[in-house]
Nanobody
Framework: QVQLVESGGGLVQAGGSLRLSCAAS??????MGWFRQAPGKEREFVAH????????FYADSVKGRFTISRDNAKNTMYLQMNSLKPEDTAVYYC?????????????????????WGQGTQVTVSS
């Protein structure tokens, strides 16, 4: 059974940091990423990483503050979030896809991913 399990969410003050983890089991993925959804808003792309080679791509809203990485041995992906802002408050979802095709723009779309985690809440207080 394929599972993506997020952890590391919580409450933090503005300017603080959090690190999210996503443990993958049951399958290896070619591309993994993070999306988020704030209350009353659509789910939006945050970042993705190509498992082989480690190429990364970020949404403009998080570029320079968030860093996506992976640990091949642990089959785990991370999202280091620094300089957090109240507008970063959202449920963060881990996603994965197995396709050998790759395009940074393609994997910025929700429809590109076959597998989704349950989500972890991140709340940034002002």
């Amino acid at each position: 059974q394929v599972q993506l399990v997020e952890s590391g969410g919580g409450l933090v003050q503005a300017g603080g940091s959090l690190r999210l983890s996503c443990a993958a089991s049951g399958r290896t993925f070619s591309t993994m990423g993070w999306f988020r959804q704030a209350p009353g808003k659509e789910r939006e792309f945050v970042a993705h990483i190509r498992w082989s080679g480690g190429s990364t791509f970020y949404a403009d809203s998080v570029k320079g503050r968030f860093t996506i990485s992976r640990d091949n041995a642990k089959n785990t992906m991370y999202l280091q979030m620094n300089s957090l802002k109240p507008e970063d408050t959202a449920v963060y979802y881990c996603v994965g896809d197995r396709s050998t095709y790759y395009s940074s723009s393609y994997y910025s779309q929700r429809a590109a991913y076959d597998y989704w985690g349950q989500g972890t809440q991140v709340t940034v207080s002002s």
